[in-house]
């Protein structure tokens, strides 16, 4: 799919995604904030095999209709876009705009989404269930990031589709937010230690690596805060937003509670824990 005229869909993501995670690598390797308590390598591995997994349920939630020969609504955000222009779905439809003030609504409501969504997946139990697996890396760094898990991530892409199908944004603002979200996110996970003068400068519209830490921490009261992966305003506006860990940053710890032990780094524990009941 060309929402880009002359490049690819799958190829755009891709290189956006693999661009932002070496630079992030790297810079955590040049200017790391906190000591890793866990060995870096098998993290990683079941990190990355986890986000291996979900790309495999997305491209397969993308091509249901055509597996089951149905046809329905799209299950993929960016296909649910041109699926609603095309049957006139959606407010910005129906509405003459700019082009480029269609982008910037559509970037700020779908940022707005994702920042609800991040928030009920910690007040719903059963979302919470899953969306613990997240939260269960004992480091957070740019593979936390993408530390997700399967169902998650297709109830995700459901909840996308249906604020899509009613804003009725341009693909061509999708697939940017899309690209932005996952850069971001790598980047306010990532173990980087920036300036105070330029955190402080970033954080008032972009969530930093250090505001995003303070969710990670294993204190419920923090890691019931800073909700946003991209803008800040949300926490802000929402009574949401906590500046810096009680602790602070080298003496706080990340993850949570129970899960104070090696499992969360192996795969098979990761994928499982959601569906376990806790003694």
Known sequence: MDVIPGLSEPVLRFSVFAGVFLVM??????????????????????????????????????????????????????????????????LLNQIALPGWLEVVIALLVLDFAIWLQHLLSHKIPLLWRLHQVHHADRDIDVTTAIRFHPVEIALSMLYKIVWVLVLGPAALAVVLFEVILNGC????????????????????????????????????????????????????????????????????????KPYQTEEPAKLSWSLLVPFRRRG
């Open 25 to 90: 690598a790297a810079l955590e390797v040049m200017l790391p904030k906190r000591e890793l308590t866990m060995p870096k390598g098998r993290r990683w591995l079941t990190n990355l095999s986890i986000v291996g997994i979900d790309s495999l349920f997305v491209r397969l939630m993308a091509n249901l209709p055509q597996i089951v020969g149905v046809a329905v609504v799209p299950i993929a955000a960016v296909a649910a876009a041109i699926w609603a222009e095309q049957a006139g779905w959606g």
């Open 185 to 256: 996110a790598m980047f306010n996970h990532a173990n980087v230690a920036l300036p105070g003068w330029l955190d402080r400068a970033l954080r008032l519209v972009l969530v930093t690596p250090d505001m995003h830490r303070v969710h990670h921490s294993i204190e419920r009261r923090e890691h019931d805060s800073n909700y946003g992966f991209n803008l800040s305003i949300w926490d802000r506006l929402f009574a949401t937003y906590i500046a810096q860990p009680e602790r602070g940053h080298l003496g706080m710890t990340i993850g949570l």
